[in-house]
């Protein structure tokens, strides 16, 4: 079955703190997402990659920058954590083709103090 | 670009009784639309899409939506609904030439017995 794993459900951090998020999916996807989803927004897309160590930025991405290294795994890195970047963060893959879903992680609800 | 648009932010029902989430979206080009569900703690999963032919399509545990081009509509309904299909809806939109997907506001559905 798919899997999208992200390492932490929960996370505590203090401003001007470096923070990574991890994602893993074992799909072989080609495509991966990072959304953070906030109470009456929805999800926004903050950065999307299609390929190793390519990257797109998405809607929101300041203040975030990404890493894919390999093709399983895409880093989400909050360079100077700052309390506006509390909210839940999502990962999601796809496999290549535009009708294709995206698969979700359960999320990482990030606290910034 | 796109936008959706979720009509309705929360919709609570008894059980057994009809529903419908609406979702209108806004685009320049050609879409695929999805609406994907998140039950509590977990991440999102994909309920039904439409990619193209029959404008109504149908998911595995009863819920159905239906394509209007004229309308810019992606309504979701199901006949009767149960205490577990308490989740938020999300609705998305994504071009036929692209991997992106845009979300909706998300609809919180809340089953009351």
């Known amino acids: 079955d798919v899997k999208v794993t992200q390492s932490s459900r929960y996370l505590v951090k203090r401003t001007g703190e470096k923070v990574f998020l991890e994602c893993v999916q074992d799909?072989?996807?080609?495509?991966m997402f990072w959304y953070r989803q906030d109470p009456g927004l929805g999800l926004r897309l903050i950065y999307f990659?299609?390929?190793?160590?390519?990257?797109e930025k998405g809607d929101i991405p300041e203040g975030y920058s990404v890493s894919r290294e390999k093709k399983e795994r895409f880093s989400l890195i909050l360079e100077s954590a700052s309390t506006n970047q509390t909210s839940m963060y999502l990962c999601?893959?796809?496999?290549?083709?535009?009708?294709?879903?995206?698969?979700f992680g359960d999320g990482t609800r990030l606290s910034i103090l | 670009a796109q936008s959706v648009t979720q009509l309705d932010s929360q919709v609570p029902v008894f059980e057994e009784a009809p529903v419908e989430l609406r979702c209108n979206y806004s685009s320049s080009v050609s879409v695929y639309l999805f609406w994907y569900v998140q039950y509590p703690n977990q991440g999102l999963q994909l309920l039904l899409k439409y990619l193209s032919g029959s404008t109504l399509v149908k998911s595995i545990n009863g819920f159905e939506a239906e394509f209007n081009k004229s309308q810019t509509s992606f309504h979701l309904r199901k006949p009767s609904v149960h205490i577990s299909d308490t989740a938020e809806y999300f609705c998305?939109?994504?071009?036929?030439?692209?991997?992106?997907?845009?979300f909706g506001e998300g609809t919180q559905l809340t089953v009351n017995p």
């Open positions: 990659s299609y390929d190793v160590k390519m990257k």
């Open positions: 799909m072989d996807h080609e495509n």
């Open positions: 999601a893959s796809s496999s290549t083709g535009y009708n294709q879903p995206q698969h």
């Open positions: 998305a939109v994504a071009p036929t030439s692209g991997s992106r997907l845009t």
